[in-house]
């Protein structure tokens, strides 16, 4: 059981800033030290939250099955009470509990089957170098824009059904739509998050129409005309799910690429050792995902009564695991701050863990390894322009631009 060496009041300024009050930190991790030094396990009982930053605490709690999805009017209440976010759509099976996500997960999972992501190296290789064909043309270029963005939407599009021509359209609105996975929200967030769902819903009912009439190779299609032990999804499950697998599929897929490659530019020393050392590439991307995590926090509900790191959680309570936190656990990766491409020291939290675990992490680990693979073959120098900003959300971290010179190998 840990100690608390603060007052809840000292630290609440701290943790609040965490949630994104007023804004979130450019740079959280000097703050989640902070707190997880202080209180490993904060409970703030005006907002009724608890803030685990320990890697052992936050990977106990994806685990638990009494920590779960809460009811939505209970979920408005994390949202900082700022304003009743209403849901026009069904909920996806990110914000399900069993056995209802348990029926969406097995349906969608068909897709995602090891063989089948494996089997998409190649095309996500050609894929890439249309990209970078881009960049080198350029010398100078947005990484965000010209390969974080177009890779990442391009694969999940071709999964799902959405054509290339219509990609670049979801960009800003996929930022709206993920807003809303923030803990605390401003009304013009949710207001802007609402216009994207609609957006989404709308495409997506056309989508599905379509794919009815002229089924194609797609996961749309596939969903459409699944049954599953004589279960099927209703039109508005379809459409939750694709918009979940196709938000879901890029938002984070984008920023891996993009802060990975921000880390191995503020890291020279690192980027010659992948360089000159290939195989480094899984553990490189591994170390990506752990220093950058794309998703920084989840949050979770307790179903029942419960115990997590020594402390009784009671039924009704709210938790926000910090993963990006649980990432620089010192407890677990020593020496956590530094960003070591041959670092083996177990999986970081960024794909979550228990029934929830990313259901598009092989797909992602994929697309990453393939894209610093094929990056460090085309050009023989990478030199950051200007730092970057990263934006203005605390569960997706990822940077508005990342000004590169490129220069051909
Ligand atoms: C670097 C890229 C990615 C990261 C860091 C990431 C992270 C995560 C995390 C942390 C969760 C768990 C959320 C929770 O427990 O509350 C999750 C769930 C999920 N992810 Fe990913 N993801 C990535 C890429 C993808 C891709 C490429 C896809 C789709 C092809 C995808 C589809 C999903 C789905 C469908 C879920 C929900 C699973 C469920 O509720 O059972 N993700 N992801």
């Not at 089997?119 to 990209?131: G, N, Y």
């Amino acid at each position: 059981m840990s100690t608390v060496q603060a007052t809840a009041e000292e630290l609440r300024p701290l943790a609040v800033e965490l949630l994104g009050s007023p804004a979130p930190p450019q740079d959280p991790y000097p703050k989640y030290h902070q707190l997880r030094d202080a209180a490993p396990m904060y409970r703030d009982e005006e907002l009724g939250i608890w803030f685990l930053t320990r890697y052992a605490d936050c990977s106990e709690a994806l685990r638990d099955p009494r920590l779960g999805r809460a009811p939505e009017d209970v979920e408005s209440q994390l949202n900082g009470g700022v304003r009743r976010q209403r849901r026009r759509q069904r909920p996806s099976m990110l914000f399900l509990n069993p056995p209802e996500h348990t029926r969406q997960r097995k349906l969608v999972n068909r897709g995602f089957t090891p063989r089948r992501v494996e089997s998409m190296r190649p095309h996500v290789a050609e894929l890439t170098d249309e990209c970078l064909d881009r960049i080198a043309e350029q010398g100078e270029a947005d990484i965000m824009d010209l390969l974080a963005f177009p890779l990442p939407v391009a694969v999940i599009g071709e999964l799902v059904g959405v054509p290339r021509a219509e990609q670049a359209q979801f960009r800003d609105v996929a930022q709206d739509l993920t807003a809303r996975l923030d803990p605390i929200q401003s009304d013009e967030k949710v207001d802007r998050a609402e216009v994207a769902a609609d957006f989404f819903r709308e495409y997506f009912l056309d989508l599905i129409s379509k794919r009815r009439a002229e089924p194609q190779d797609d996961l749309t299609s596939l969903l459409v005309q699944a049954e599953e032990s004589g279960d099927v999804l209703d039109e508005d499950e379809i459409i939750s799910v694709t918009i979940l697998l196709f938000a879901a599929g890029f938002e984070t897929t984008t920023n891996l690429i993009g802060s990975g490659l921000l880390a191995l530019l503020r890291n020279p020393g690192e980027l010659q050792r992948l360089r000159d050392d290939r195989s480094l590439l899984p553990s490189a991307v591994e170390e990506m995902l752990r220093y950058e995590s794309p998703v920084q926090v989840n949050g979770r509900y307790a179903l029942a009564d419960t115990e997590i790191g020594g402390h009784p959680i009671r039924a009704g309570e709210s938790v926000v695991t910090f993963l990006g936190a649980g990432n620089r656990d010192p407890e677990q990766f020593p020496d956590p701050d530094r960003f070591d491409v041959g670092r083996d020291h177990g999986a970081a939290l960024s794909f979550g863990g228990g029934i929830h675990y990313c259901l598009g992490a092989a797909l992602a680990r994929l697309e990453a390894q393939v894209v610093f693979d094929r990056l460090l073959d085309r050009f023989a120098t990478l030199e950051l322009l200007e730092q970057p900003t990263f934006r203005p959300s605390v569960t997706l971290r990822g940077v508005e631009e990342l000004r590169v010179r490129c220069e051909p190998a």
